[in-house]
């Protein structure tokens, strides 16, 4: 097995160039991250790529930290992310049958990628893992409140401005039983 390290350029892997053993990559530098993320510290990757025939199964971690504004309070706050991913990539062309790509398809477990052409690049590999293992949404905490609609205020470090029976809404209630 092979090791190695990414240094000041990125890695393109052609299909041809993986022994039969393996190839481990590990990625210790942030070139391969989205440049329109805002990263917080760490940025690592490890991949292990195997031959299967004309596919190579992709097995990696991804250990990163991004600053996003949180979807209800709208705060900055640093999501961490600690992420396994495994997926398989194809050769172009007709190595497998239609009959066994049906059957391929139906393992759920495993994603297949069909490659444009025999090489591997490792950042785009590397940046849709990421993106997939992203939240929909990003809410710095699964208790927070959010801002009011109607003052704005911070509702995780600030009192509501509004008027009590506005921020209430069991006051509704009440008056429907009167
Ligand atoms: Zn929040
Ligand atoms: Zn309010």
Redesign the pocket.
């Known amino acids: 097995m092979e090791k190695i390290f990414f240094g000041a350029e990125l890695v393109k892997i052609d299909f041809y160039e993986i022994p039969d053993s393996g190839l481990f990559l590990s990625v210790d530098d942030a070139q391969w991250l989205p440049p329109d993320l805002e990263r917080a510290g760490r940025a690592e990757a490890s991949l292990l790529l195997k031959k299967r025939g004309q596919r190579i199964a992709v097995t990696g971690k991804l250990a990163v930290a991004f600053v996003f504004v949180c979807d209800r309070c709208l705060e900055k706050f640093t999501l961490p992310l600690d992420s396994d991913f495994s997926i398989e990539l194809e050769l172009p062309g007709d190595a497998v049958s239609e009959q066994e790509k049906d059957h391929f398809c139906h393992d759920a477990e495993m994603d297949i990628d069909i490659l444009h052409d025999t090489e591997i690049n490792i950042a785009d590999l590397l940046q849709q893992q990421l993106y997939l293992a992203l939240p929909m949404k990003k809410i710095c905490n699964e208790k927070c409140r959010g801002i009011?609609a109607?003052?704005?205020?911070n509702l995780n470090n600030d009192k509501?401005?509004?008027a009590p029976d506005?921020?209430n809404p069991f006051s509704v209630l009440t008056k429907l039983k009167i």
């Open positions: 009011c109607n003052c704005g205020a509501c401005r509004c506005r921020s």
